[in-house]
T-cell receptor, first 117, second 119 residues
Framework: GAVVSQHPSRVICKSGTSVKIECRSLDFQATTMFWYRQFPKQSLMLMATSNEGSKATYEQGVEKDKFLINHASLTLSTLTVTSAHPEDSSFYIC?????????????FGSGTRLTVV | AQKITQTQPGMFVQEKEAVTLDCTYDTSDQSYGLFWYKQPSSGEMIFLIYQGSYDEQNATEGRYSLNFQKARKSANLVISASQLGDSAMYFCAMREGLAGGTSYGKLTFGQGTILTVHP
């Protein structure tokens, strides 16, 4: 089946620093990747959609200069949280889509718990 | 307006009993897809079941079945013979529009339901 690897699983960073989260599709080509943010016991909120080789499309209210998304290849997308602040602490999860069977239409990474201190 | 609504913040069920998690949706598209995911405390999203808007039969996957009532715009998840390991948060999600090509459109998620299975 389709596998998406997300790293790191947990990260603690100091306020004002930047953090990069990687999302890799291991056995399929992900033409589209989605980045979500989730607060405890809440739903997944879509932050942005990235298509390989083009600029990401951000959802309303998401600061594109703060959450930089790069999708340079068909197997890798990165989310960089720039100048992180404590309010950016959250669970970030990616989802990769490469078409094919609907069962594998959206394959999720295991998520990254970001804590900004 | 909410596109996906899960009205049960929390549900409790006895082990080996069946439980139904509610999901209603709102869309004007003729072609759409409905998904259910399980999210344990570890955070990973586990795909459970899928129902396409044109599928005439209700989807089933092992102990999971989807009660699809198109006219009511509801897609409830039924878990039969609950197990302790079923305790988790469950999300209903919808993809709108035509699927095709090499990728699909975005998923919209409901608020989620926390299911607790008691021994």
């Amino acid at each position: 089946g389709a596998v998406v690897s997300q790293h790191p699983s947990r990260v603690i960073c100091k306020s004002g620093t930047s953090v990069k989260i990687e999302c890799r599709s291991l056995d399929f080509q992900a033409t589209t990747m989605f980045w979500y943010r989730q607060f405890p016991k809440q739903s997944l909120m879509l932050m942005a959609t990235s298509n390989e080789g083009s600029k990401a499309t951000y959802e309303q209210g998401v600061e594109k200069d703060k959450f930089l998304i790069n999708h340079a290849s068909l197997t890798l997308s990165t989310l960089t949280v720039t100048s992180a602040h404590p309010e950016d602490s959250s669970f970030y999860i990616c989802s990769a889509s490469g078409g094919g069977s609907m069962v594998f239409a959206y394959t999720f990474g295991s998520g990254t718990r970001l804590t900004v201190v | 307006a909410q596109k996906i609504t899960q009205t049960q913040p929390g549900m409790f069920v006895q082990e080996k009993e069946a439980v139904t998690l509610d999901c209603t949706y709102d869309t004007s598209d003729q072609s759409y897809g409905l998904f259910w995911y399980k999210q344990p405390s570890s955070g990973e999203m586990i795909f459970l079941i899928y129902q396409g808007s044109y599928d005439e039969q209700n989807a089933t996957e092992g102990r999971y079945s989807l009660n699809f009532q198109k006219a009511r715009k509801s897609a409830n998840l039924v878990i039969s013979a609950s197990q302790l390991g079923d305790s988790a948060m469950y999300f209903c999600a919808m993809r709108e529009g035509l699927a095709g090509g090499t990728s699909y459109g975005k998923l919209t998620f409901g608020q989620g339901t926390i299911l607790t299975v008691h021994p």
